[in-house]
């Protein structure tokens, strides 16, 4: 895998392991096959995937809730939702660039 893709993967691997402790089912599932994309060298698809569950009503943006996480970790892993949303859009911006050149 690509070092451009690193950050994310990390980023990916803490929000899956926070989303699975404090009882996020759903969310953790959904990561986990952003996951699983991304070691099976599908890069891109598992950028799609993860992009998808910010848009729209109950999305990933509007239902996380960490039941029973201390407050640090809750924090912790709201920061990660951003950083997830940020790693995948700047992905997303540097494939648009290149298909313009």
């Known amino acids: 895998m690509s070092d451009k893709y690193s950050a994310y993967k990390l980023v990916l691997e803490e929000l899956v ?3 699975r402790e ?3 089912e759903n969310w953790f599932t959904y990561f986990s096959k952003s996951l699983e994309l ?4 599908k890069p891109q698809a598992s ?3 993860s992009l998808r569950a910010y848009g ?3 999305s990933f ?8 996480a201390p407050p ?5 892993g709201y920061e990660l939702r951003e950083l997830l949303w940020q ?4 992905s997303e911006n540097f494939l648009k660039r290149i298909f313009e050149l």
């Open 56 to 58: 729209g009503m109950c």
């Open 72 to 76: 640090v970790e809750a924090q912790r």
């Open 87 to 90: 790693q995948c859009k700047d």
């Open 38 to 41: 991304l070691e099976n060298n």
């Open 47 to 49: 950028i799609s995937h």
């Open 22 to 24: 404090y009882n996020e």
């Open 61 to 68: 943006s509007d239902e996380l809730y960490f039941t029973g």
């Open 17 to 19: 392991l926070i989303l």
